[in-house]
């Protein structure tokens, strides 16, 4: 069965460094999405991805971050300067569109430390 | 705005009995999508049982059950025949459709499921 990916699971980095967290959605989806969880907090939205463009940010999604999908197959979030309370547990989603309302695919997520 | 509200912060069941995990949202929008997902110890997000408000059942997936009253806004999660691997955390989850970009989780219920 088709299943989103990424890597990698863990990532530790400085304060101040950029860091890329790079996901493979499921290969027929279209929409794309970043999620982050504080450690012991809800799932939050950052941001949504659809035809090679931003559809929707939230509040967290400030200029440190971006997404970028380089080529058919990979959607990136990369932040450029790393802050301490950057540190959680980042999922990437993608949703086929149609079908069940909003329904979207969880990867297993990568743990950002930020020291 | 919309809203996911989980009251229970933790619950305990005995293995093999039912249990109910309570979900409450609100949105005036009449287009939504209500999931819930869960989260073992490792981290990833699993999806469980799906709900769109013009259902006129409600859905079944296994021994997961959503018991939907939409007079009352209030989506619960039921499991049935609780198993020890059932210990985790379980998300509700909301997106407005039909063509939501983001879900809206509440905080979240442990549960323990005990021998």
């Known amino acids: 069965e088709p299943e989103v990916t990424q890597t990698p699971s863990h990532q530790v980095t400085q304060m101040g460094q950029e860091v890329i967290l790079r996901c493979v959605p499921i290969s027929n989806h279209l929409y794309f999405y970043w999620y982050r969880q504080i450690l012991g907090q809800k799932v939050e939205f950052l941001v949504s991805f659809y035809n090679n463009e931003i559809s929707e940010k939230s509040e967290i999604f400030d200029d440190q971050f971006s997404v970028e999908r380089p080529d058919g197959s990979n959607f990136t979030l990369k932040i450029r300067s790393t802050k301490l309370e950057d540190s959680a547990m980042y999922f990437c989603?993608?949703?086929?569109?149609?079908?069940?309302?909003?329904?979207?695919?969880f990867g297993p997520g990568t743990r950002l430390t930020v020291l | 705005a919309q809203k996911i509200t989980q009251t229970q912060p933790g619950m305990f069941v005995q293995e093999k009995e039912a249990v109910t995990l309570d979900c409450t949202y609100d949105t005036s929008d009449p287009s939504y999508g209500l999931f819930w997902y869960k989260q073992p110890s490792s981290g990833e997000m699993i999806f469980l049982i799906y709900?769109?408000?013009?259902?006129?059942q409600n859905a079944t997936e296994g021994r997961y059950s959503l018991n939907f009253q939409k007079a009352r806004k209030s989506a619960n999660l039921v499991i049935s025949a609780s198993q020890l691997g059932d210990s985790a955390m379980y998300f509700c989850a909301m997106i407005l459709g039909p063509y939501g970009n983001k879900l809206v989780f509440g905080a979240g219920t442990i549960l323990r499921v005990k021998s």
């Open positions: 709900q769109g408000s013009y259902d006129q």
């Open positions: 989603a993608s949703s086929p569109g149609g079908g069940r309302v909003g329904e979207q695919f």
